[in-house]
């Protein structure tokens, strides 16, 4: 069972005087700070001819989210996917205010946090495989396709970007609903990690789990990098 | 004088007949056949360099073919197969209003796959061919960048 805010309803506001409790663990606000930077780092580098700083930046990318989906079986309570992606009828009864609010990602929030890593995982991936028209700059999997489905592959990862562009805009519209309508600062606890809510705390991960995800991460993200030639 | 008339007549219609014959609906997709083929070429000539262990036949042969492709790049824009054809293409109407430029760009790319060409015979070093590579990839460039309405 979720822990619950204190006396709520998904329309009610957590009461003032409930305790402060740990909701986000170190490493998924450290994970989440750095895709919101990388992301539009990735878009001016790309976009001002600096593919060497795009593509350092991408493969960054890739040991975020590889880092983020360990997490997400490994990790805390609150990065946990098999924790807060809920069904249809979850979601059904979370937006009718049936059901209280989880503390961590809401069950329609879970759709925003898959739809954004899976829109992520395609971008990274395409940008592996892609070329540019004059042979200078390409991913470092692009050996492994013909020059003409890198060129197609180019494209999509052109587009996909505004797929991500949607979904930024999209989760910051959510977090400024929730700030001006429910009254409740979703930037602050993802920066703090904690939030005010009843109940007991949530189960953290041991931080040398954090260390050894980041380990295999990063080892496969740069294998990958240097083109996964074995 | 009548001979030099009809000279005269007969060059007209000859060069009528030349402009006539430039189908922008052949001309276009020829060009882009053309600069794909380059694009696959030099992509091939890549693969083997950054792969540790360079074919040095292969290195070869791609820089020669490489070489014939950029050669012919002038060709791939008679007069005729621009914009305003109404048929889609990225090359742009400056290509034909400042034709000294443009050919400078493309000797450009011709001197620099000859160069790659000649060193490739006598080696598939990577660290030695990169220079000429980057060479050839910064004349690619230089033209797209004037020349070529960017895709995105």
Redesign the interface.
């Known amino acids: 069972m979720p822990h619950h805010l204190q006396g709520a309803g998904a329309l009610s506001e957590p009461a003032p005087a409930a305790p402060s409790v740990r909701v986000w663990d170190a490493p998924t606000r450290i994970v989440h700070w750095a895709i919101a930077l990388l992301i539009p780092w990735s878009w001016w580098t790309a976009s001002h001819d600096q593919l060497g700083r795009h593509r350092l930046s991408g493969y960054t990318l890739l040991g975020l989210l590889l880092f983020r989906l360990i997490w997400g079986v490994a990790g805390s309570e609150t990065a946990r996917f098999a924790r807060f992606v809920k069904g249809p009828r979850a979601i059904g009864r979370y937006l009718s205010g049936r059901e209280p609010p989880p503390l961590g990602h809401s069950p329609i929030g879970a759709l925003s946090i898959v739809a954004m890593l899976a829109a992520l995982a395609a971008q990274i991936g395409l940008g592996l495989f892609a070329i540019d028209e004059d042979g200078l700059e390409e991913g470092p999997l692009s050996h492994f396709v013909s020059f003409d489905t890198a060129r197609l592959v180019a494209g999509l990862h052109h587009k996909v970007f505004w797929v991500i562009v949607a979904l930024a805009a999209l989760h910051i519209a959510a977090i400024l609903f929730y700030r001006l309508v429910r009254g409740r600062n979703l930037v602050a606890a993802m920066i703090t990690g904690r939030t005010r809510a009843a109940g007991p705390g949530l189960a953290m991960a041991p931080w040398w789990r954090a260390v050894v995800a980041a380990g295999v991460a990063g080892a496969i993200a740069w294998f990958v990098a240097n083109g996964a030639r074995i | 004088m009548r001979i030099v008339r009809v000279v005269a007549l007969a060059a007209c219609a000859l060069a009528l007949l030349a402009a006539a014959k430039v189908d922008p609906n052949v001309a276009i997709p020829a060009r882009q056949m053309g600069?794909?083929q380059i694009?696959?070429t030099?992509?091939g000539i890549?693969?083997q360099l950054?792969?540790?262990a360079p074919d040095a036949a292969a290195v070869a042969a791609g820089a020669h073919q490489l070489a014939d492709l950029a050669r012919k790049v002038p060709s791939l824009f008679p007069a005729g197969s621009g914009p305003e054809t109404g048929v889609k293409t990225a090359a742009k109407a400056d290509i034909w209003a400042q034709p000294a430029d443009f050919r400078a760009k493309a000797k450009a790319l011709a001197t620099a796959t000859a160069a790659l060409d000649k060193m490739a015979r006598k080696s598939a070093d990577p660290a030695l061919l990169q220079p000429f590579v980057?060479r050839?990839?910064?004349a690619?460039?230089a033209c797209?960048t004037t020349y070529?309405v960017p895709?995105?």
């Open positions: 600069m794909k694009g696959r030099f992509k890549n693969d950054h792969g540790g980057a050839v990839g910064g690619c460039k797209h070529k895709e995105h």
